[in-house]
């Protein structure tokens, strides 16, 4: 009853201390005229995770205040939750050794609460840092854990979490079909539940399994059973994710009709939505796609105007790669329009960006572009040998790298096999402990139904013995 009250009392009571606290500068404000009680840690926790995603600092203060203030209040669900909220920000900010720290300090103060959900949820976010730092004997450690407690609680989202997670590990470590497996697992399992996102999420991931083994008719078919959720979810946002990806596929199956078809539904959910309330990566990537097929048809100016928004987009969001690449596509284009200068002008800018961030294949590609480019105009030897000098040095480069490449192969397969071995000795264990659960509930039903059989003999007995007075 008093977690209701406080569920039915706190939005009224951080709405009386200002008139709108779905603002950030509201509650901020709010937050500093508050009692120290349990309304204040609920304001701030609110607070920690609204502003996590862009200001770690500012949300770690808030995160930093809720601990203390459930220490003083003895709360330890509300330490547990300053924990969480305190990796989160971490992980969200790609800290995740800080973030598996803080993590695992929540999970503890949520288990000794008795809260299984935060459990849960803790041992969640665990797995995914270790997925996050390849480290796979701790990510299948955490989500063994993660597996073995939903089923202690039954609780069928966490159980489709812990398959999802066995899929992504199997897929990594190559063993496609036990990948296979337990994604098919976890959509099931989030259909049932009606968790059409956490289930797109997996078919999404299946897809890249089957991407791999070369059955790209199964990957087709997964990413428009994937497109079907996505429709039916009405989530504009994953949309076009998914548009981008089914597009790409149909182009490797040379359906450029269909291909171009997925595009224009992107470029139409992007206008509707507008590009702000998207993913950036996504957005880009649809322009730059656009952009080749206006391109292909020979409509330049849509071309050109499409692959500067792709840079503009990718500029401001400081992903300098894809403005490399997308410089170089533009002067592909200038090349198709004839345009000389422009043409050497992108692949120069394209050229410098690789050069300042050191992506070697980026500079070769570059390279040979301009060697190609300079081979068909006048006087333009002397610029053909100078790329050529440049590209026999990269080459060199590569070789030299290749070399201590390979050693550090090595050395990654020695380590890479180690941790097989003991996810090996691990899944041993798993299924171990799965055949024990077995056999005691095959114990229990046979105890269950000679219970049975023995009151119903009895039964029969008294009534005979009755019958016979």
Known sequence: MKNLWLFICL?????????????????????????????????????????????????????????????????????????????????????????????????????????????????????????RTANYPLYAKYLHILETEAKRVNHERFLARAYEGYGNLYRYLGQYTQSIENYVKAIDISEGLGELDEAAVALNNLSLVYGMIGQTDEELKIELRTYKIIVKQKDSSNLVLCLSNLSSSYQNMNKMDTARRCIDMAMDIIKKKGEQNLNFKDVASVYGQYSTFASAEKDFKTAVEYQNKNIKISKENGDIKTVANAYSSLADIFLLMGNKAFTEEYYLKSLDINKDIGFIDGQVKNYESLISFYKTQKNGEKKVEECQAQLTVLNDSIAAMTNAKKLAEAEALVKIQEQKEELILFEEERKKEELELKERQRQTYLLIGGGIAFMLILLLFIRYRRAKK
């Open 11 to 131: 939005p009224a009571i951080l709405f009386g201390q200002a008139q709108n606290l779905s603002s950030t500068d509201s509650l901020r404000e709010a937050v500093k005229s508050m009692r120290a009680d349990t309304n204040k840690l609920h304001a701030l926790h609110k607070l920690a995770n609204r502003i996590g995603h862009k200001d770690s600092v500012e949300a770690m203060k808030y995160a930093n205040e809720m601990l203390a203030l459930a220490r003083e209040l003895k709360d330890v669900k509300g330490a547990a939750s300053a924990w969480q909220a305190m990796g989160l920000i971490a992980y969200n900010h790609h800290s995740f050794k800080r973030a598996a720290y803080f993590l695992e300090k929540g999970a503890l103060a949520f288990k000794e609460a008795n809260n299984n959900y935060g459990y849960l949820d803790c041992n969640s976010w665990l797995a995914n840092c270790y997925r």
